[in-house]
């Protein structure tokens, strides 16, 4: 107190926190970034500068050619021709429901919309953890109604799926109850393997001339344009997912002959182009099946873009568990978990989280890279241009239909790496300076 009156001054202690300040005007706002990013200094500013030149000049240029004086609605490219000389995205307009289902039949076009929402429903549930867990069930029926619904046929045969998947379990149950796991595991692959060769058919043909309930069935030649595409992307991405994961834990086991076969599968399917196992399902594969037997050509189609995938996903998932701490394996091991109770519970769920940046990396590509199935001769996007273009009307369109094909397959790929950015900050634990 005496210092206090010895220098004339009084200290004061505030009673209420005190109303936060305004940034400084030169710190924040697009100015303060363009400042910082783009003239921090003299060869920023020149950049700038001679970028944004090249930039003005090709828009200045594009622009008008993609927007102000494009055609969208004509009959042919010569009517296009009459009324602008911009980009003739009638030929879009026109030929959008053969863009988007191919030859798929005109009446039956609400079956590939409604299994387009209805996928939409099944992975809200996963890719959002605060819907009702109940969902889930119809996430897992998802795959059955949607082929009910694209291909049709009888109803029968996507109901028997179930229910051999059911007498599977029962069966791993009781030979492991009886025998061991392993030998379960093989009668149940056995039982499924005779099934669906040789009984599936049988009872699914059986049931349907006692019952004949289905909806009129679609031959996959019929199949085209995005519909193809994102039949066999969102096929392979989600199957890929858990074969890929079976394969990285198989490739870290320590049994020798679960390694062996995984690591030989994996640097196999990663040492051959797509383009060869895409040949190979649709024209090899045949020599291999008995006489008569009729496989999908689409169906082969997604098995190999699948295997395909899941052989990068198996190794974008080791990293993730290579990149795990030992400590928490032994955490687990301290802790009495069995292997699968520290896999599921400790050991995935952190390798899983570490690699979502490479395992949607993976997703992008294997959905862009159904494109190369036009070279077996399925009509995506890519491989109906030629008819389209084939035609008198639009003999001589070079550049808008790639443009719109490149333009869904930026917007969707562009969803899902915004997808991924928003996971990783929801599951982000870390602590940053």
């Given at each position: 107190m005496a210092d206090t009156q010895n220098n004339n001054s009084l200290l004061y202690i505030s009673t209420k926190e005190l109303p936060q300040l305004p940034a400084p005007v030169n710190t924040h706002g697009p100015g303060a970034w363009m400042r910082m990013n783009m003239f921090a200094n003299g060869r920023d500013?020149?950049?700038?500068?001679?970028?944004?030149?090249?930039?003005?000049?090709?828009?200045?240029?594009?622009?008008?050619?993609?927007?102000?004086?494009?055609?969208?609605?004509?009959?042919?490219?010569?009517?296009?021709?009459?009324?602008?000389?911009g980009a003739c995205f009638a030929v879009v307009t026109t030929r959008f429901n053969q863009l988007i289902f191919g030859f798929y039949p005109p009446?039956?076009?609400?079956?590939?919309?409604?299994?387009?929402?209805?996928?939409?429903?099944?992975?809200?549930?996963?890719?959002?953890?605060?819907?009702?867990?109940?969902?889930?069930?119809?996430?897992?029926?998802?795959?059955?109604?949607?082929?009910?619904?694209?291909w049709g046929g009888p109803i029968w045969g996507p109901l028997l799926i179930p229910v051999m998947l059911a007498l599977a379990?029962?069966?791993?149950?009781?030979?492991?109850?009886?025998?061991?796991?392993?030998?379960?595991?093989?009668?149940?692959?056995?039982?499924?393997?005779?099934?669906?060769?040789?009984?599936?058919?049988?009872?699914s043909e059986t049931l349907a001339s006692a019952m004949p309930i289905g909806l009129e069935p679609v031959e996959s030649a019929k199949f085209?344009?995005?519909?193809?595409?994102?039949?066999?992307?969102?096929?392979?991405?989600?199957?890929?997912?858990?074969?890929?994961?079976?394969?990285?834990?198989g490739r870290k086991s320590d049994m020798a002959v679960v390694k062996m076969i995984c690591v030989g599968f994996i640097e196999f399917i990663r040492g051959v182009p797509l383009i060869t196992l895409l040949f190979v399902a649709?024209?090899?594969?045949?020599?291999?099946?008995?006489?008569?037997?009729?496989?999908?050509?689409?169906?082969?189609?997604?098995?190999?873009?699948?295997?395909?995938?899941?052989?990068?996903?198996?190794?974008?998932?080791?990293?993730?568990?290579?990149a795990l701490p030992r400590g928490?394996?032994?955490?687990?091991?301290?802790?009495?978990?069995?292997?699968?109770?520290?896999?599921?519970?400790?050991?995935?769920?952190?390798?899983?989280?570490?690699?979502?940046?490479?395992?949607?990396?993976?997703?992008?590509g294997l959905f862009k890279d159904t494109t190369l199935v036009s070279i077996v001769g399925i009509l995506d996007p890519i491989g109906i241009m030629q008819p389209i273009r084939s035609t008198t009307e639009w003999n001589g369109i070079i550049w808008e239909l790639p443009i719109f094909i490149g333009l869904v397959f930026f917007i969707c790929c562009f969803v899902m790496s915004r997808y991924s950015m928003y996971f990783e900050r929801k599951l982000d634990t870390g602590h940053r300076n």
């Open positions: 500013t020149f950049l700038t500068i001679v970028f944004s030149i090249l930039v003005i000049a090709v828009l200045y240029k594009l622009i008008p050619w993609l927007i102000t004086n494009a055609v969208f609605f004509a009959d042919s490219i010569r009517q296009c021709r009459e009324i602008d000389t009446d039956f076009y609400w079956r590939p919309i409604l299994t387009f929402i209805l996928m939409f429903v099944a992975f809200a549930p996963i890719l959002h953890d605060n819907l009702p867990r109940k969902l889930l069930w119809f996430s897992a029926l998802f795959p059955l109604l949607a082929y009910f619904l694209l379990v029962l069966v791993y149950k009781s030979v492991s109850a009886s025998l061991n796991p392993s030998l379960g595991v093989l009668a149940a692959v056995a039982f499924t393997v005779v099934w669906f060769f040789l009984v599936h058919d049988t009872m085209g344009g995005f519909l193809v595409t994102f039949v066999i992307g969102v096929t392979g991405i989600v199957a890929s997912l858990p074969i890929g994961i079976a394969l990285a834990l649709s024209t090899l594969l045949n020599y291999f099946l008995p006489p008569g037997t009729t496989f999908d050509l689409i169906l082969r189609v997604i098995i190999m873009v699948t295997l395909f995938a899941a052989a990068y996903m198996a190794e974008v998932i080791r990293g993730g568990l290579a928490q394996y032994e955490a687990a091991d301290a802790l009495g978990l069995t292997y699968w109770q520290s896999t599921r519970l400790i050991v995935l769920p952190q390798a899983l989280k570490i690699s979502i940046p490479g395992i949607v990396n993976t997703f992008i």
